[in-house]
């Protein structure tokens, strides 16, 4: 399989420092010729879609939506602005002409994807170089030949026969240990040394059925299977087929690709054991085992065999390898996690780290004991060639054409092996050559010319006496898990640094505390009851209290009286009516104090709302706003738990009053709705500046319950930020909240919330 992958991009304008271009206005691009739509990526490990497009020399290319969304678009060729407002109207998101500009000379014209118009298609275009490919390599049968060929072995795969064939095998495997005599089929091997070369061509031929295996069944998903060719893989010859179609299919299309060899040998196995009952030959059933080694070797994940193709495809990943670099810089202590790795979902993300921790070493390993033993690699190779030699010469003047056959057979093995390893370390030391000059051209200048001049020397004055030049900053502490146990009790001296999602939560942590100009009202609103609007409400103004060291109050401004401030304390006999009521005589925090509810734990204040049936009118607009305008002057966050019902004149002027909304939506599609109608509301009624900074959180009402993907890519395109809060028992009774109790992974998705309502704390707020 031979896919190129592009970084995922945003609608960001170019950087600057970028290399100036025409003006994106007057600019016309169109599509290479020969381009091929194959559509978007089926089971997909990463987060976002992925879309894939062949090129004319079929190379498959994985694009992100926006990208794949542009080269559509560039055709017919026409004005920048209309492609990019076609572009911006498909993804849901502006994208500007500069942005568009960007991307198109920046990532899809080096692709060969993309050409301004009127100018010819690129003759040399970026291809995938994965590591440890194949290398030399060659065609040995066309892809239309090939594509016949697996047409007519599709019924092959049909689901009852390979059940029949594979209870066939295992029935043959136990009849050949019960039966076979192994030990005259060797003796036979040893009386007639020819019987090796029949054998290396049989399990030659076994080879190419094994490659048609793979063909038949990407024919049988619904895909166009490639050329079969040939090349060296490490030090060994071996064939392919390109199957790099079969990324259209399906997650359980493509594991059938990858096994679909190694179903072709079970067959072949199959005949050939049928075979030495049949004869008693002794070289069809070492045939037959010496298959079924190599079926085994098959499956090894470590390097490219077929296991690792199942592998890469059950994690939904096509390039295992590729991740390797971004894997290792994410694991270093204290520095940020890679792109490549933050952008595959969680399950993947696991399997792919966990897979380069064990495979890394081991390749490492296996480098260092091949470059050690190499010398002695190359000396028994030359006199192995020379025994052939001689063998080839003793069979001559007997005129013996087997043995002279086999003579050469061994001295070309001998011979492909000792071509491998030097391309291999050739490769090797290309790619660290380039490295090497890479990172020393990023930090060597350009040129002498291109050095600024000196500043004149400047008067030190006491404003550079500071933390920093006086001390070193200090590395990173672990404070949990293993790391903190090897740092206390190595007494301070040994320091792991601080696991990859003790980093995460720390940066998230260093986000939701970022300073407050005056207060920030935050509206905790849904469309529709029973989502835990008011229990996101707690458990958000919780985390700010506990994280922050400023002062939050959670208000419950639902008008039909609701039940926030019995999740914090016992009953509290004053109410927002009451509040109201003594406005004027409210002048000191200590005032206002005798009228609010506090956690023990967080220390969060709640203002209750009046449930007294007695009550005959509900608060209106006017009374929010002057009980706003009190909060504004005694607490930095305010946190309003809305009613649900939007057209209520308390919700619509509490939106008045809001710098930002927090989204409550269940996991459903019917909570999706919901929340995308009261979108659509606050766009049709000017809050369209609080769609673009709303925080949706997906509260989950049971465990294991995620958002369909489409519903969070219809919120991310249109909201600031979207966050699943998982299920937690400790959130189910709906009376007292001790918010220790909540599940670490709980509290880490609301700490993540925190972040992302504090994001824009610096964005549109209160005077």
Request: glycine share 8%.
């Amino acid at each position: 399989m031979n896919l190129t992958t592009t970084d995922h991009t945003t609608t960001a304008p170019p950087p600057s420092g970028a290399p100036a271009t025409a003006p994106a206005t007057a600019q016309r691009w169109r599509r290479a010729r020969g381009l091929e739509f194959l559509g978007r990526v089926q089971g997909s490990g990463l987060k976002d879609p992925a879309f894939l497009v062949r090129r004319v020399d079929d190379q498959v290319v994985q694009l992100s939506e926006l990208l794949h969304l542009v080269v559509r678009a560039v055709e017919p060729p026409r004005p920048a602005e209309q492609v990019a407002d076609d572009v911006s109207a498909a993804y849901g998101r502006t994208l500007s002409t500069e942005g568009l500009a960007h991307l198109v000379v920046t990532r899809l014209e080096p692709l060969g994807l993309v050409v301004p118009d009127e100018s010819p298609d690129p003759t040399r275009a970026a291809r995938a170089r994965p590591l440890l490919a194949l290398t030399a390599k060659g065609t040995l049968v066309p892809a239309g030949v090939v594509g016949r060929l697996a047409g007519v072995l599709v019924p092959l795969f049909w689901p009852p026969l390979v059940v029949l064939a594979l209870a066939a095998l295992v029935a043959a495997d136990i009849a050949l240990v019960a039966r076979a005599d192994l030990w005259a089929a060797v003796d036979e091997l040893v009386a007639t040394p020819t019987t090796a070369l029949l054998i290396y061509a049989l399990l030659t031929a076994a080879a190419l059925v094994h490659e048609l295996g793979h063909a038949a069944a990407c024919r049988y998903g619904g895909a166009s299977p490639g050329e079969i060719g040939f090349g060296l893989y490490l030090v060994f010859p071996a064939f392919y087929t390109d199957v790099t179609d079969s990324y259209r299919l399906g997650r359980a299309g493509r594991v059938r690709t990858d096994l679909g060899g190694l179903y072709f040998n079970a067959l072949t196995v199959l005949l050939l054991a049928a075979g030495h009952v049949a004869t008693g030959s002794g070289m069809l059933l070492l045939t037959a085992l010496a298959l079924q080694l190599q079926m085994l070797q098959q499956l090894i994940p470590v390097v490219r065999f077929d296991g690792y193709y199942v592998l890469s495809d059950l994690a939904g990943v096509p390039d295992l390898f590729a991740r390797v670099g971004p894997v290792l810089r994410s694991l270093r202590p204290g520095h940020p996690v890679d792109p490549r790795v933050t952008e595959l979902r969680p399950r993947s993300r696991r399997f792919v780290v966990g897979w380069v921790v064990v495979v890394v070493p081991l390749l490492v390993a296996a480098l260092g004991w091949s470059i050690w033993y190499l010398p002695e690699f190359l000396r028994r190779g030359r006199e192995g060639v020379r025994l052939q030699q001689l063998v080839f010469d003793l069979a001559w003047q007997h005129r013996d054409w087997p043995a002279m056959a086999l003579a050469v057979v061994s001295i070309a093995l001998l011979l492909l092996p000792l071509l491998g390893a030097v391309l291999v370390l050739w490769r090797v030391g290309a790619t660290l050559v380039r490295l090497t000059r890479t990172r020393v051209a990023a930090r060597a200048p350009a040129s002498y010319e291109a050095l600024p001049m000196a500043d004149p020397p400047r008067v030190v004055s006491a404003a550079d006496f500071t933390d920093e030049v006086m001390y070193a900053a200090p590395a990173p502490v672990p404070g949990q898990g293993w790391r903190s146990a090897v740092y206390r009790g190595s007494g301070h001296l040994l320091n792991p640094g601080p696991s990859l999602p003790e980093q995460r939560r720390r940066e998230l942590e260093h986000r939701l505390r970022a300073p407050i100009d005056g207060s920030r009202r935050v509206v905790v609103m849904s469309r529709k009851g029973g989502v835990g609007k008011t229990t996101i409400t707690l458990a958000l103004g919780s985390t700010f209290a506990l994280l922050r060291g400023d002062r939050v109050i959670a208000v419950d401004a639902n008008p039909d009286a609701g039940n926030l401030a019995h999740r914090v304390a016992p009953p509290h006999d004053r109410t927002v009516t009451d509040v109201l009521r003594d406005l004027d005589q409210i002048t000191t925090y200590a005032a206002l104090r005798r009228y609010t509810s506090q956690a023990l734990e967080s220390r969060l204040e709640v203002l209750a709302s009046d449930d007294d049936p007695r009550i005959g009118m509900a608060l209106a607009r006017d009374d929010y706003h002057r009980l706003i305008g009190l909060l504004d002057r005694f607490y930095n966050l305010i946190l309003l738990d809305t009613g649900t019902g939007i057209l209520d004149s308390a919700n619509q002027g509490l939106l008045t009053e809001a710098d930002q909304v927090v989204l409550v939506v269940r996991a459903g599609l019917d909570g999706g709705r919901a929340g995308a109608l009261t979108l659509d509301w606050m766009d049709q009624h000017g809050f369209d500046d609080l769609v673009a900074r709303t925080v949706v959180v997906v509260n989950a009402e049971r465990r294991g319950s995620e958002p369909p993907e489409p519903m969070r890519r219809h919120f991310e395109k249109r909201c600031a930020r979207v966050v699943t809060v998982p299920w937690d028992d400790a959130l189910e009774p709906g009376a007292l909240t001790d918010m220790s109790s909540l599940h670490r992974r709980t509290r880490d998705a609301l700490v993540d919330v925190a972040a992302a309502v504090a994001d824009n704390f610096s964005v549109g707020g209160a005077p």
